[in-house]
């Protein structure tokens, strides 16, 4: 089992090495800056609870009892 590479730098160079046990495979390079000052968060004093952003999404469930209803439904088509 691998675990992922994470480095960070203070000072990225120009470019960046990739570890010898990651090349020539499939791998995600992700880079984000962490500079408190270059990184702009929106911050929300009450975000919205999981619960409350259920059925918001088109083709969502308008709530929980329709998800529970829809998963029983599920299973007992897997046991068919």
């Given at each position: 089992m691998m675990n992922p590479a994470r480095i960070v730098y203070e000072d990225a160079p120009?470019?960046?090495?990739v570890p010898?046990?990651?090349?020539?495979?499939?791998?995600?390079?992700?880079?984000?800056?962490?500079d408190d000052d270059e990184i702009k968060h929106e911050k929300r004093e009450n975000p919205p609870l999981l619960t409350q952003l259920i059925g918001q999404a088109r083709g969502c469930f308008e709530n929980a009892t329709q998800i529970d209803d829809f998963i029983r439904a599920e299973r007992d088509s897997w046991r068919r």
């Open positions: 120009a470019f960046i090495p010898a046990d990651l090349q020539h495979r499939r791998i995600e390079t992700i880079f984000w800056p962490l």
